[in-house]
């Protein structure tokens, strides 16, 4: 699929003209199998999801587009690879809660659309902004690129929405809080084998980690123990991680930075990575976090 940061593209460039379909289709037109101008589609409901005929074309997806982008899925009943993308669609669609819109198109019922927008295989989805294509991809996609396709065309269209909540990541922190590790990491690390560079995955990667660092420690004879030796650089990595945990990141940030200015070789390495995992948890914005990666570069050069 494109890049989610919407180029320019052969859409873009009026490859596609979808001027004969802006005529609205004459009044003795027979009747249509599908469901009238703005009524639901399929089985969803809702206004989120729409089935789409060349009759209603121009008011369902051109007019549409101009305050609501809309996602154009074209697909077919013995399309297979269809049936995989065209629910998760519909279910996304329906988690918008109308910032867009999913207009689904049979090409065997309306060929002269797919011929329009040069439909080669489906399924294909077309996002159309503005009473224009502006993007596209062919074939079943994962539903992390789904939801970044679908967050760069609403902000091509000029939506301002928050990020929906991720099921997958919601079913991951359930285990987390709950003390199933095992199952927290193996989801977190599915998230992450989809989008490798999920941040809350990782953070929630680095927080089962921690969780089992800590597992069966005393909190105050661990502070206790690293106070009292100072060059035990496993006695100052689990003060640090119980600091993190009762809130106390920035000593534990501190700390650690002091343990690298101590040590030398293996350990320093230890410890360095170490702390970078804990800055894995607050993540790249904490200002916390800005500051010991300063301090911690400081201690290393």
Known sequence: MSDPRITSSIFTRGAVDLSALRTPAPSSAPAQSGPPAGAPGGAVGGVTVIDVTEATFQSEVLERSLNTPVAVDFWAEWCEPCKQLSPVLERLAVEGGGAWVL???????????????????????????????????????????????????????????????????????????????????????????????DAAAEAGLAQVGLARRVAGADPQAALATAAANPDDVDAQLLAADIEVLSGLAEQAYKRLVDTVRRTTGDDREKVRQHLVGLFTIAGPEDPAVASARRALASALF
């Open 103 to 197: 207009a689904k198109i049979d090409v065997d019922a309306n060929p002269r659309i797919a011929q329009m927008f040069r439909v080669q295989s489906i399924p294909m989805v077309y996002a159309v902004v503005g009473g224009q294509p502006i993007d596209a991809f062919a074939g079943v996609v994962p539903e992390a690129q789904l939801r970044q396709w679908i967050q760069a065309v609403l902000k091509a269209g000029g939506v301002s929405v928050a990020a929906p909540s991720d099921p997958r990541l919601d079913e991951a922190d359930d285990a987390l809080m709950n003390g199933d590790l095992d199952a927290a990491e193996r989801a977190y690390r599915k998230i992450l084998a989809e989008s490798p560079a």
